[in-house]
């Protein structure tokens, strides 16, 4: 159990022990000839996890069966998923490939090279390790091949990060600890670096960050701009830097809608309200220091929309001064987040503008943006 805000919530089991369980037990029913309703595998801390065995089958030479995925409290799409483990007996060594339903890898800088089932490292070492230990139990001395399939994986992929990473063909099998932990957002950074790993594989040296559709939309449509070295941060603005610093990327561009953005004002670099709006207190703040009078920021205050607080300092005259002080901030918070010899930049748009929808930017936006019109 985990607490999450005074609710404690269950911890899950990932695809990767899904599949190693299910291979084990295959394994087992392999050499032993009879059904395993149940198996026990160690988890990589160290730890037992018990599984209960479904859709067994035995060959000849082969047998197969599943394990059911429980994600316990996180909302993960694969919550449910039924995961097939396939074994046979071959002369010696453990080969493991992914059937339907598990994805191949397309492109570098993933876990595994292209061409490969995606099935990372320690899914793999745990099913060796598993199947070690049944070959030892039966004193086998040959090999095993097994196959990891997941039915309906394609269609849950669509779903996922997978298609963006170059992922293709369904779902991968994935953990590293065995546990899914509840409403944990490592799987999201986790993400945005191997994105940013696999730019960085194909030479690309400047990034261009939007936290979601609303950014990634206005670059295409509103900017025209090429989405190449482009990488969804989603909330995590502060992370997605961090990392990109950390692999070397000199030029970064952030762009996005004020609604996300204004936190930034504020020092905020995760964006998502769990951890503090802030919005309307740091446009309050920049519109006092623009020069707004008691009403105007008693409107802002009670504004329920960013939009909706801009059409105030619009109609007030204040609009491009307060923009201008918020920019301001803005630049200060991104400029603090990295080392010398790094340009980073930013751009800010609204919806709600008819004409080009840019707020406000930083002195180096234009630059950076000159970089992306040449790539186009």
């Keep these: 159990m985990r607490n999450v805000k005074g609710k404690l919530l269950s911890r899950g089991y ?4 899904c599949a190693a369980a299910a291979a084990k037990a295959a394994a087992d029913m392999l050499l032993g000839g009879v059904p395993v ?49 396939r074994v ?41 390790r598993e199947l070690d230990e049944i070959a030892e139990r039966y004193s086998y001395a040959g090999g095993f091949s097994v196959v990891i399939s997941i039915p309906g994986g394609l269609e849950l992929a669509q779903r996922t990060f997978n298609p963006r ?3 293709e063909g369904g779902l991968s099998v994935i953990g590293t600890t065995g546990i899914v932990e509840p409403m944990s957002n490592q799987a999201v950074t986790d993400t945005i670096r191997l994105e940013l790993r696999q730019l960085k594989e194909t030479g ?7 936290p ?3 950014g990634e939309t206005f670059v295409r449509q509103s900017l025209g ?11 995590f603005i502060g992370d997605a830097i961090d990392g990109a610093v950390e692999l070397g990327f000199t030029r970064i561009l952030l762009v996005g809608h004020i609604g996300k953005l204004v936190k930034l004002g504020i020092g905020v670099t995760n964006t998502h309200s769990s951890f503090g709006d802030g919005r309307m207190e740091t446009l309050l703040a920049c519109a006092l220091e623009a020069g707004a009078e008691l009403s105007l920021l008693k409107g802002i205050a009670n504004s329920v929309t ?3 607080a801009l059409a105030l300092l619009g109609e007030a005259g204040l609009l491009n001064e307060t923009m201008d002080v918020l920019g301001r901030r803005i630049d200060m918070c991104l400029r603090k987040r990295v080392p010398e010899g790094v340009t980073i930049g930013f751009l800010c748009f609204s919806k709600a503008d008819p004409i080009r929808g840019i707020l406000t930017q930083s002195a180096d936006a234009e630059r950076l943006l000159e970089i992306w019109r040449i790539k186009g």
Aim: charged share 20%; with cysteine.
């Design 37 to 85: 309703g149940q198996v026990s595998i160690m988890m990589p801390q160290g730890t037992a996890l018990d599984l209960k065995v479904l859709d067994i089958e035995l060959g000849d030479d082969w047998s197969s069966c599943a394990v059911r995925k429980d994600a316990g409290d996180d909302p993960d799409v694969t919550g449910g998923i039924l995961v097939y483990a």
């Design 14 to 17: 990932t695809t990767g022990a």
């Design 225 to 235: 701009l090429s989405m190449d070295g482009h990488v969804t941060c989603s909330n």
């Design 88 to 128: 046979e007996k071959i002369w010696s060594g453990i080969d493991i490939d992914g059937g339907q339903g598990v994805g191949r890898v397309t492109r570098p800088g993933l876990d595994q090279p292209p061409g490969a089932a995606a099935i990372n490292s320690v899914p793999r070492e745990m099913i060796k």
């Design 212 to 214: 979601g559709k609303y």
């Design 306 to 308: 960013t939009d909706g």
């Design 204 to 210: 690309v040296r400047d990034v261009l960050f939007t």
């Design 165 to 167: 990473l170059g992922i």
